[in-house]
């Protein structure tokens, strides 16, 4: 199973937004609803923040949206702050039966 | 309030065995599949498996399925993870996690560093 994805980095400046792509196939993103996306600070475990695509937990700012579109989900994170500074993994469903991205590190400039 | 704790770092030689705990609070232990992840030092994540406290049924990924043992006591709410085998691509850091639903690990572990050197 390969994994996800993502772009190496983005970044943006407060106030601005983000978007993440994560990049997978028909065999994982394109066939479940079941993508996720986790946020991990350094030296930190990672924190859920969207999972089945554009559902958020309780507690997390609805700065952070998911979406899905064929075999390419993507995470945006509107109205960037400076502890969004973050690296973040999107995970699918797949026949192993989890993949992860390859990752994505946010800096806000 | 939910938590899971999980043992401490440990330093292996290439071929031995490690097994990490991970002990569960603040929620019904059997209602909660349990999965695990992986992270090697600065590279990504990958899921390692996956045990249902409720009847100890396992899951593993493709890569450790043949090393690897997941167990359960439900008398402690902890959870058990033993690899064997060990080789130095499985240095990295191993997370438990809470799973709600497919891919939704709502609360996770601390980590657990193994080093796998000679």
């Known amino acids: 199973q390969s994994a996800l994805t993502q772009p190496p980095s983005a970044s943006g400046s407060p106030g601005q937004s983000v978007t993440i792509s994560c990049t997978g196939t028909?065999?994982?993103?394109?066939?479940?609803?079941?993508v996720s996306w986790y946020q991990q600070h350094p030296g930190k475990a990672p924190k859920l923040i969207i999972y089945?695509?554009?559902k958020r937990p309780s507690g997390v700012p609805d700065r952070f949206s998911g979406s899905k579109s064929g075999d390419t989900a993507s995470l945006t994170v509107s109205g960037l702050q400076a502890e969004d500074e973050a690296d973040y993994f999107c995970?699918?469903?797949?026949?192993?039966?989890?993949?992860f991205g390859t990752g994505t590190k946010v800096t806000v400039l | 309030q939910v938590r899971l704790v999980q043992s401490g770092a440990e330093v292996k030689m290439p071929g031995a065995s490690v097994r990490i705990s991970c002990t569960a609070s603040?929620?019904?232990?059997?209602?909660?599949?349990i999965q695990w992840v992986r992270q090697a030092p600065g590279q990504g994540l990958e899921w390692v498996g996956l045990?249902?406290?409720?009847?100890?049924?396992?899951y593993y990924g493709q890569r450790v399925q043949d090393r690897i043992t997941m167990t359960r006591d439900t008398s402690t709410s902890t959870i058990y993870m033993e690899l064997r085998g060990l080789r130095s691509e499985d240095t990295a850091t191993y997370y438990c996690?809470?799973?709600?639903?497919?891919?939704?690990?709502?609360?996770w572990g601390q980590g657990t560093l193994v080093t796998v050197s000679s």
């Open positions: 603040g929620y019904t232990f059997t209602n909660h599949y």
């Open positions: 089945e695509v554009t």
């Open positions: 028909s065999s994982d993103v394109g066939s479940y609803n079941y």
């Open positions: 996690a809470r799973c709600l639903g497919f891919g939704r690990m709502d609360y």
């Open positions: 995970c699918s469903f797949a026949g192993d039966p989890y993949v």
């Open positions: 045990i249902n406290p409720n009847d100890a049924g396992t």
